[in-house]
């Protein structure tokens, strides 16, 4: 199929899939839509190791002094769990069309192994974010998986079939190092990413450098600098950055207190989570979860309802 052909299609389905704005949950485990039909500003965010396509619109990321351009030519890999912040550029004429597809990475795993020598790339520099084209083989995938996912017979039958063929796309394309990496304890990259993946099942938790640096078996002075040529912040930052986005969320999905949500991530002052929340967000939490649930999305779910936030 031509590109262009492609790429109508493919927003065609979107624009099924994603009838609402913000964020809607398909039916498959792991696969989310994005619908913005006006430009959204610079804003943190957290995202899981994913891969984002974006079948109309542009979204721009920044992470450091990086910025990465996601859009109809290009989609996104995160190998790591990362905070950063994200821009949307889209129009009531051209709304942002996007699907995120998050990274097993127990199935990323086993598809690693089972490659031959002659799927392995060249060693690069691995990364924890990268934008690089889209080419026929992954688009292929990814416009069968959303035809895949207008029917619930073939999602429950065909999905995860899908999903593999799009990890392997990935996995033996440009970006596969940087998630190999993130997968192989054995290099600095895969301890750093062990170590993000210990932070966000233990954010709550009294978690400290010495602690992390020892499970990842190097110095506290070898584990900072490689923690931050991954991430681009420090350690403890990158914990305070996981506590609140996961407080944001916790208050705007589960209307729980401030207060409560502090508490819930691991802050043991309130005053000292507000005043963090405000430097990172830019409002109170409570202004946040305001403005937030006026952005609110439901989504049905079996039988309960997901709320989800416009990002």
Same mark, same amino acid.
């Given at each position: 199929?031509?590109?262009?052909?492609?790429?109508?299609?493919?927003?065609?389905?979107?624009?099924?899939?994603?009838?609402?704005?913000?964020?809607?949950?398909?039916? +498959?485990? &792991?696969?989310?839509?994005?619908?913005?039909?006006?430009?959204?500003?610079?804003?943190?965010?957290?995202?899981?190791?994913?891969?984002?396509?974006?079948?109309?619109?542009?979204?721009?990321?920044?992470?450091?002094?990086?910025?990465?351009?996601?859009?109809?030519?290009?989609?996104?890999?995160?190998?790591?769990?990362?905070?950063?912040?994200?821009?949307?550029?889209?129009?009531?004429?051209?709304?942002?069309?996007?699907?995120?597809?998050?990274?097993?990475?127990?199935?990323?795993?086993?598809?690693?192994?089972?490659?031959?020598?002659?799927?392995?790339?060249?060693?690069?520099?691995?990364? &924890?974010?990268?934008?690089?084209?889209?080419?026929?083989?992954?688009?292929? @995938?990814?416009?069968?998986?959303?035809?895949?996912?207008?029917?619930?017979?073939?999602?429950?039958?065909? &999905?995860?079939?899908?999903?593999?063929?799009?990890?392997?796309?990935?996995?033996?394309?440009?970006?596969?190092?940087?998630?190999?990496?993130?997968?192989?304890?054995?290099?600095?990259?895969?301890?750093?990413?062990?170590?993000?993946?210990?932070?966000?099942?233990?954010?709550?938790?009294?978690?400290?450098?010495?602690?992390? @640096?020892?499970?990842?078996?190097?110095?506290?002075?070898?584990?900072?600098?490689?923690?931050? &040529?991954?991430?681009?912040?420090?350690?403890?930052?990158?914990?305070?950055?996981?506590?609140?986005?996961? @407080?944001?969320?916790?208050?705007?999905?589960?209307? +729980?207190?401030?207060?409560?949500?502090?508490?819930?991530?691991?802050?043991?002052?309130?005053?000292?989570?507000?005043?963090?929340?405000?430097?990172?967000?830019?409002?109170?939490?409570?202004?946040? @979860?305001?403005?937030?649930?006026?952005?609110?999305?439901?989504?049905?779910?079996?039988?309960?309802?997901?709320?989800?936030?416009?990002?």
């Amino acid at each position: 199929m031509e590109k262009e052909t492609r790429q109508q299609r493919m927003i065609e389905l979107m624009g099924k899939l994603a009838p609402s704005e913000g964020q809607t949950l398909s039916a +498959l485990e &792991g696969v989310k839509f994005m619908r913005a039909s006006k430009s959204l500003p610079r804003t943190p965010v957290l995202y899981e190791p994913s891969v984002v396509i974006v079948c109309q619109g542009r979204k721009r990321g920044f992470l450091g002094e990086q910025s990465f351009i996601y859009d109809a030519q290009q989609f996104l890999v995160l190998s790591v769990p990362l905070p950063f912040e994200s821009e949307t550029i889209a129009s009531p004429e051209e709304p942002l069309l996007a699907m995120s597809i998050r990274i097993n990475l127990a199935v990323a795993a086993e598809i690693v192994l089972s490659l031959d020598e002659s799927h392995h790339q060249p060693q690069a520099l691995p990364v &924890g974010m990268c934008a690089t084209p889209l080419d026929n083989k992954l688009g292929d @995938a990814v416009l069968r998986l959303l035809e895949t996912l207008t029917s619930p017979t073939d999602t429950r039958i065909l &999905g995860s079939a899908i999903m593999r063929e799009i990890y392997f796309r990935v996995l033996t394309g440009e970006q596969g190092p940087a998630i190999r990496a993130a997968l192989t304890h054995q290099s600095h990259f895969g301890k750093i990413s062990k170590a993000l993946r210990r932070i966000h099942t233990n954010y709550a938790d009294g978690l400290d450098v010495d602690t992390l @640096a020892t499970e990842a078996g190097m110095s506290v002075a070898a584990f900072h600098a490689n923690f931050k &040529g991954v991430t681009t912040t420090s350690p403890m930052q990158y914990l305070k950055t996981t506590r609140l986005h996961k @407080a944001r969320l916790l208050m705007i999905q589960d209307g +729980l207190s401030a207060a409560t949500a502090a508490g819930r991530v691991g802050y043991e002052s309130t005053s000292q989570f507000s005043r963090e929340f405000k430097r990172f967000f830019g409002r109170t939490p409570v202004e946040e @979860a305001n403005q937030m649930k006026n952005m609110l999305v439901e989504i049905p779910a079996e039988n309960s309802s997901r709320y989800v936030t416009v990002q």
